[in-house]
Structures are given as C-alpha cells and as structure tokens.
C-alpha cells in the first residue's frame, strides 16, 4: 500500500471508535538504521506540527529534548530519526491503549516494510507488548534487551527503551546506557 492510501485508510479507520488521528502524516522519515515508536500521538506534538517532538510553534517539546541529548550521545539528532507511533489515534483514556495498539499492528506492519529499518526502538510498554505479541509484567525486565522478531518474512530486531520523559526518572540517566548498546548494534 502507498503513502497516500495507508493514510487514508489510518484516517477511515473506527476499530477503535471514532478517535482524532494523525492529519499530515503517520510516519516521520529519517536516515537512522532504525526507527522509534512511541505509544500514540499526543494532542499537541506533530499531529499539530507536522515533525515528531516538535509542538506548534516548531519549538521541541520536553521529551524532545532529552531524546535530543540521547541521541546527540550516539552520533544523531533528532531531526535524523525514523519515528511513527504503534497506534494511530489520539488516546485520552491510557485504558485503551494496548487494545488500540492491536488494532494498528496491522499499519505498523505496512509501515515497516516500506522502510530500511531493521532495529525497531520501542517507547513503552504498549509498542513492546504489541511487537512481541505478549503481555508484560515488568517493563525493566526488558528494557535494554534485543528481541528479534519476523514480520512478514522480513526479520527485526526490537529494542525497548525508557520512555524519554523528564517526568520519567528512568528517561535521561537509565537511558544512556541502553542508547550506548544501541549504538554497538548499529
């Protein structure tokens, strides 16, 4: 499926109800040898902007900025990175979020084989879930490990991070050394 036709059907979709979705685009397009996907679209970051970590007013958002520093540790930027998000929609209700991210596998899917990423960074626990195919008690357990994985007879590997929040106290320090083993595998 082209660009033009996954986003309209991302935009006709309602498994998941009539939730607002990405408007531009579902997926930002870099040069990294992999790609990152968060949990969902928020309400103010590039469904507005257009750019991943970037609000309205093309000023980097707080997650931004310490995925900023991460990746500058390892050589990007990130204005460099592959990012989408495993679900599509807007989600208020966190309760919704794995069963949404289910629904849109089948999009992630899609999106993947048009891309040369073969390490698949995981934000949170529902993209790493969804990936896996299984349900996750301790996220820790599996942060900073590599998952290899076949979609559609193409193999991934999937690496699960601290969400960089700077709410999150795992964000910037316990991510430095999972950036550093991402950088060895690339």
């Not at 499926?1 to 397009?29: A, V, Y």
């Not at 968060?38 to 997650?63: C, H, M, T």
């Not at 592959?82 to 807007?90: A, D, G, L, N, R």
Request: aromatic share 10%; charged share 20%; hydrophobic share 35%.
């Amino acid at each position: 499926m082209d660009k033009k036709n996954l986003q309209s059907f991302i935009q006709n979709c309602c498994l998941c109800g009539n939730l607002q979705k990405l408007t531009k685009k579902s997926i930002q397009i870099g040069i990294t040898p992999f790609i990152i996907i968060g949990e969902s679209p928020a309400k103010d970051g590039w469904i507005v902007s257009g750019r991943a970590f970037y609000n309205k007013d093309s000023k980097l958002q707080a997650s931004g900025k310490v995925l900023e520093k991460l990746l500058n540790n390892i050589g990007f930027s990130i204005n460099d990175i592959y990012f989408t998000e495993c679900c599509k929609c807007i989600i208020e209700d966190r309760k919704q979020l794995e069963k949404c991210c289910k629904n849109c596998l089948p999009i992630l899917y899609e999106q993947l084989q048009t891309l040369p990423c073969k390490i698949l960074v995981t934000m949170g626990l529902a993209p790493t879930q969804a990936l896996l195919g299984i349900k996750i008690k301790k996220y820790a357990d599996y942060v900073g490990k590599i998952f290899n994985i076949n979609i559609n007879n193409k193999e991934y590997k999937v690496f699960p991070i601290y969400h960089p929040s700077p709410l999150n106290p795992k964000g910037y320090k316990d991510n430095v050394p999972i950036f550093n083993i991402l950088k060895s595998i690339i």
